[in-house]
């Protein structure tokens, strides 16, 4: 039981455009929810977060949405830059700590 | 501040062998975990640490993984013996609080393979 999922394991974009990645969770408990961005032979790192009472976070060119209802959240990135590809994770954190994560979704931005 | 330190980088081993990985967490994390990320997959959790104490360890397979964490600081995951199914990377994390926004700070993890 796969509790959070990134159905999209790869997304292509454009230099400019938007970066769309969309997350699903089943688990109502889960309290915050963090985007991790991972380089190959790195380890994760943490990119934005959002607490379950919010709808909205932004930082910068990086936004998270939730939609509680849908237990649905995504990740804006505007403008999408070269740098910016690399394989993004959503997790969900309990109050406990514990961190589930989704596979993952491999952005590639083309200049 | 220094991040979290792993060691080695990468293990080759033959099936039924032992290996043992070390982690250094950020100076002054409480809560140090260990995740098994799979290629493809994203991490899955072993164990998490609270100082010393085990908080989690309901998907640590215990007839093989063992892990500790002397003095609250640097801790070792063991696995003995090995499988071919436990080859991926194993990343240590630490983070400064356990609720709230609190994000892991991830080491640059050991690649296990196992053949």
């Known amino acids: 039981d796969q509790q959070v999922k990134q159905n999209s394991p790869s997304l292509s974009v454009q230099e400019g455009r938007i970066s769309i990645l969309n997350c699903d969770y089943t688990?109502?408990?889960?309290?915050?929810f963090l985007w991790y961005k991972k380089y190959p032979a790195e380890g994760p790192t943490f990119l934005i977060s959002i607490s379950s009472i919010k709808d909205k976070n932004e930082d910068g060119r990086f936004t998270v949405f939730l939609n509680k209802s849908a237990k649905h959240l995504s990740l804006h990135i505007v403008p999408s830059q070269p740098g910016d590809s690399a394989v993004y994770f959503c997790a969900a954190k309990t109050m406990a700590g514990k961190s589930t994560f989704g596979d993952g979704t491999t952005l590639t931005v083309k200049p | 501040e220094a991040g979290v330190a792993q060691s080695p980088r990468y293990k080759i081993i033959e099936k039924r062998q032992s290996v043992a990985f070390w982690c250094n967490p950020i100076s002054g994390h409480a809560t140090l975990y260990w995740y098994q990320q799979i290629l493809g997959q994203g991490p899955k959790l072993l164990i998490q640490f609270q100082n010393n104490g085990v908080v989690d360890d309901s998907q640590l397979p215990k007839d093989r993984f063992s892990a500790e964490r002397l003095k609250g600081v640097d801790s070792t995951l063991k696995i003995q013996p090995a499988k071919l199914e436990d080859s991926a990377v194993y990343l240590c994390?630490?983070?400064?609080?356990?609720?709230?926004?609190?994000?892991?700070?991830f080491g640059n993890g050991t690649r296990l393979t196992v053949t």
């Open positions: 688990n109502s408990m889960f309290d915050y």
């Open positions: 994390a630490s983070s400064l609080a356990v609720g709230g926004n609190s994000p892991l700070h």
